[in-house]
């Protein structure tokens, strides 16, 4: 089963950090004897690009997400700017020309998005109907789009 993506994605580099809210439609996981992989099929309702400077970089040296605050751009209300601007290391890669990337959402509502779990047999609270946050490297190189090894956040049912 092929998905396309809108033509949009297509204005995107082939990966860029992004922020990506929607509900998983079905999961899969590897064949007993195959290398551990979860995979979760998620149906966009809302995406944005990041930005650098909402990174930061983990002890491991690899830059990570900020998971804080939701798909505005604005920090939150209690969120203390000075502290987060300590944390936050300078990025190898700030001295050269920043990365322009579109105003427009990268995944349209409606898409869908692939998420993978190298290693995993199962990921905890990931399973079809289930509403999440997850932050990632977005490729784009294939379709659907894909990210692997997201963070995410599960979204509370409003009953």
Known sequence: MVHTQPQALDKYPERFRARVAGRVSQVRFSAPGEPLRYEAELIVTKSRPVSLSKTRTLMTGLPAIE????????????????????ERAPHPESSKSALKLPEYSPLKQGSRLLLIWHGQRS?????????????????????????????????????
Not at 67 to 86: I, K, L, R, Y
Not at 125 to 153: Q, V
């Open 123 to 159: 990921v905890p609270g990931i399973a079809a109907g289930t509403e999440i946050r997850c932050n990632g490297l977005l490729s784009t190189r294939m379709r659907p789009a894909t990210m692997y090894n997201p963070r995410y956040e599960i979204i509370p049912s409003r009953r």
């Open 67 to 86: 998971t804080s605050g939701d798909f505005s751009e604005e920090p939150d209300a209690d969120e203390d700017q000075t502290a987060v601007a300590h």
